[in-house]
């Protein structure tokens, strides 16, 4: 387990899961999408409630996704493990993008459902607050030059923002909200129709094959960054005729 | 079924998914072509020193 940890075998182990794991993606995706549009309508929402299908699966990655950027963070501050870096660093706008998602066509399915877009209601606030979580995520990465100070800073602020995950989770348990209270995943077994459920546990599994295929492209191209990172300070430090100038004025630009 | 009141609704959502998927798509396939890139780059210069 610990040798898939290595860099190089990581390389090696995506070039050849990569093309495997993107077909059975497209192929989920592609039954998931005929059932979700073959499925009956909702006898409440009518063809609304076909929101669902990405809307849920999108909510379900938003907190599965930080649930993995904490443990890589738990990888970063214990073991110092520059794999944990990469995987923390690749999964913040992923997560990020899975949430915009979940808000928004929330927002699209709240506006026929409700009647309106947004209500600053217990389970919405805490996913923007997450979200909002996502982005601090990602300036910190961008904002701090030494990777593992930034990573070490990013796993830190990670596990603050963890404490959102229970309040996004229970949230519509905990108070009134205008948001529907869990109908999948609850004691006492989904309140939905197989004929609803099995088409949004399809997207369901496609969409997290897709942010696992993502996810490891983008680890693959932290990478390739650190050693890009590398190979240019050598450069410049053995005075390459090339490299070295080059950096050199963009320093003096800067 | 296109029909149906609300149904822009569904189709906005849908639409709006999908360009953020490719987007992301997009962005980590444009990354790995950049990193790529300057990875063989800075490799070549290394070689064609080493040898001389």
């Not at chain 1, 860099?7 to 182990?13: E, I, N």
């Not at chain 1, 808000?103 to 459902?113: N, Q």
């Not at chain 1, 979580?133 to 990573?151: F, H, K, N, Q, T």
């Not at chain 1, 993502?214 to 190979?231: D, G």
């Amino acid at each position: 387990m610990w040798s898939f940890a290595n860099p190089t075998v990581f390389l090696a182990l995506t070039r050849r899961l990569l093309p495997g794991l993107a077909l059975a993606t497209a192929g989920l995706f592609a039954l998931g999408l005929y059932l979700a549009f073959t499925a009956p309508p909702d006898y409440q929402q009518g063809e609304t409630v076909r929101i669902m299908y990405i809307h849920v699966p999108a909510a379900w990655l938003s907190t599965f996704i930080y649930g993995v950027i904490t443990l890589a963070s738990l990888g970063t501050l214990v073991w110092r493990h520059p794999l944990a870096d990469a995987a923390q660093k690749a999964g913040a706008p992923l997560g990020a993008a899975f949430t915009l998602i979940c808000l928004v066509t929330g927002s699209l399915w709240g506006k026929p459902m409700w009647g309106t877009y947004w209500v600053w209601d217990a389970r919405l606030t805490s996913v923007l607050v997450l979200f909002i979580v996502y982005l601090g995520l990602i300036a910190l990465w961008r904002s701090i030059e030494d990777p593992g100070r930034a990573a070490r800073a990013a796993a830190i602020l990670t596990l603050v923002g963890c404490v959102d995950l229970p309040i996004v989770k229970f949230s519509v348990d905990w108070w009134n909200t205008l948001h529907q209270p869990a109908s999948v995943f609850r004691l006492g077994g989904p309140t939905i129709a197989p004929e609803l459920l099995w088409p949004l546990l399809v997207m369901a599994l496609a969409s997290t094959l897709l942010f696992l295929t993502l996810h490891l492209m983008a680890i693959r191209n932290e990478i390739l960054r650190r050693r890009v990172a590398r190979l240019t300070m050598l450069a410049a430090a053995e005075g390459d005729a090339l490299s070295a100038p080059r950096l050199a004025t963009r320093g003096l630009g800067a | 079924m296109m029909a149906a009141p609300h149904f822009g609704f569904v189709v906005a959502a849908y639409a709006f998914a999908l360009i953020v998927v490719l987007a992301m798509i997009g962005a980590i396939l444009w990354d790995y072509r950049a990193q790529s890139e300057a990875l063989r780059r800075l490799e070549a210069a290394r070689t064609g020193r080493d040898a001389t």
